[in-house]
């Protein structure tokens, strides 16, 4: 808890009643995909026999090019597209196995940020945030137009945590983008994830914003112990902030290896082979 959420609060930080520091996650496998194959109704096959596991503390990377699959895999890891074949392990359980309330329940432990922050403009920054505690508290959805009391304490420490804490009482409208994307951030930690998803993140910022979400992310990773999966256009920031990359092509899995045993030119292969 930083200075700035204790002076927030008038009180000096660890002493707060509720105060909430992000855990550090034990380490182990938060995500472990297995043979995911998606088959849409139209018969074409997006994603093949697709495997994939990511532990607490680790940040990978997805790159591909336009069509290979990426938007694909994240809709079916986060439960909107309903895999075909194959077995999406969250906290033990199989997504891909579930529906109605027990998927609800089973996917909590993920959060998923977009390539739009997609803010509710007119409210505040701080309301922002709390919105993304709902999922954890279903009643508050009747009392929509009012901030969850309890949520209110852990939503700063988050704003704190992607350091826009100053911001919580300014419109979400007045942003700009790299600081709505930091505030989605803030939103997906309210959910209080294991996995934190994000389906090009940075593709709307300029380098200097998509620069600081990236770092974000990565703190994210490694001070916080979640497991991150990033889908990104940009093989440059994907080599510098990631821990594995992993490559597709087509719908299946062309590598999956530490950021620093990718060669340039495996990156570009994978562009070039796509196109052909
Ligand atoms: N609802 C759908 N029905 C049929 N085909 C689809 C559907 N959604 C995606 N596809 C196809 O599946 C393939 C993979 O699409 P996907 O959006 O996952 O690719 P992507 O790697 O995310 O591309 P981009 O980089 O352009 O976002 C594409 O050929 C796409 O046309």
Redesign the pocket.
């Known amino acids: 808890m930083s200075l700035g959420v204790a002076a927030a609060f008038g009180s000096t930080g660890s002493d707060m009643p509720g105060a909430v520091k992000p855990a550090v996650r034990a380490s182990g496998v938060r995500l472990a995909v297995r043979d995911l194959t998606m088959c ?3 018969g ?1 096959t ?1 994603l093949r026999s697709l495997n994939l596991s990511v532990n607490a503390g680790e940040m990978v990377v997805v790159l ?1 090019s ?7 895999f994240m809709k079916c890891v986060v439960g909107l597209n309903r895999p075909t074949g194959g077995s999406v392990k969250v906290g033990g359980r199989d997504l891909a196995a579930l529906s109605g309330e027990a998927l609800r329940e089973a996917r909590l432990p993920l959060a998923l940020i977009s390539q739009n922050a997609n803010l509710v403009k007119r409210r505040s920054v701080l309301a922002n945030v709390c919105c993304g505690a709902l999922g954890r508290h279903r009643t508050l959805m009747s009392a929509f137009g009012r901030l969850p009391r309890d949520e209110i304490e852990p939503a700063m420490s988050y704003l704190d945590e992607v350091g826009l804490l100053h911001l919580a009482r300014q419109r979400a409208g007045t942003l700009s983008g790299g600081q709505a994307q930091r505030v989605a951030v803030a939103r997906a930690l309210a959910q209080r994830p294991d996995v934190l998803l994000a389906d090009e993140p940075v593709a709307s910022l300029d380098p200097e914003a998509a620069d600081e979400v990236m770092r974000l992310l990565r703190r994210l990773a490694t001070e916080d112990g979640l497991a991150v999966v990033c889908v990104l ?1 940009q093989p440059e920031l994907a080599a510098r902030y990631a821990d594995r990359l992993v490559g ?1 092509r087509s719908g299946l899995l062309e590598f999956d290896r530490p950021a620093s045993d990718v060669s340039s030119q495996q990156i570009a292969g994978l562009y070039l082979a796509e196109a052909s």
């Open positions: 849409y109704a139209n074409h997006a591909g336009n069509g290979s699959g990426k938007s694909t256009h597709l």
